[in-house]
């Protein structure tokens, strides 16, 4: 994928800092019967291109995050409340057409565009394990999102387009559902799938952005 991101997160520091905040809860499951359970995840999210006037198809985003699941009760099957924090990475190059001024005709140009959001959920969830060491969640609830894009038309740059930088906040819903399979008594491997819908107000977009894709993602389970 070409392009440069603007905003660089080294994956494996935002990793051990997003493991290092889970872990942090122990005390607070030291205080329950049941234990927490956490995952850390990275994943790809496939999210429709509607706009007729940007080539290249839909996109498909680089994903990564952490959740954590607290139980409060336990009577056949599992349930309680989940949050988590998802960042989605994008750097990609487009083709923009728009018209070009007084003469009625039109213009398309290559674009380098780079994005990154983050959005933070929170909901409940309800969880099932059939046999030893293998568990099955679902998990429903809002979102909140953060964006930030940036737009970079390449040379030679024709007069209707300019550098852009935008961001925003929005607020949607989730729901997701995963497996975790277990190698010991703490540690398992994890993989999930995600839907969400999100309406997100960027300050100088002249009408708000629809966010909405399937996310499918693997990585860490774990009791803490």
């Known amino acids: 994928m070409k392009g440069s991101i603007l905003f660089p997160p080294d994956f494996t520091t935002v990793c051990c800092v997003l493991i290092s905040f889970l872990f942090a809860g122990e005390a607070l499951a030291q205080e329950g019967d049941l234990p927490w359970t956490g995952h850390v995840f990275y994943g790809r999210m496939n999210m429709q291109n509607d706009d007729p006037d940007v080539g290249g198809g839909d996109y498909n985003i680089a994903i990564f995050g952490a959740d954590a699941q607290k139980p409060l009760g336990q009577d056949g099957f599992q349930y ?26 039109s213009v398309s140009v290559s674009v380098d565009v780079n994005a990154f959001m983050v959005d933070y959920f929170f909901g409940g969830y309800v969880a099932l394990e059939p046999v ?30 300019a550098d852009e930088s935008d961001s925003g906040l929005g607020i949607g819903l989730y729901a997701r559902a995963g497996l975790d399979i277990y190698m010991t008594d703490r540690w398992g491997a994890h993989a999930g799938i995600r839907a969400t819908r999100t309406t997100l107000k960027l300050k100088d977009a002249s009408q708000d952005v629809d966010i909405q894709g399937w996310q499918y993602y693997f990585g860490m389970a774990f009791h803490f």
């Not at 030893?132 to 007069?159: C, H, K, N, S, V």
């Open 80 to 105: 309680g409340v989940e949050t988590g924090v998802l960042f989605s990475l994008d750097s990609d190059v487009r083709r923009f057409s728009a018209s070009s001024g007084s003469s009625g005709g």
């Open 132 to 161: 030893d060491r293998f568990r099955l969640y679902a998990g429903a609830g809002p979102l909140l999102i953060w964006a930030q894009r940036d737009t970079e038309p390449r040379e030679p740059i024709p007069e209707p387009f």
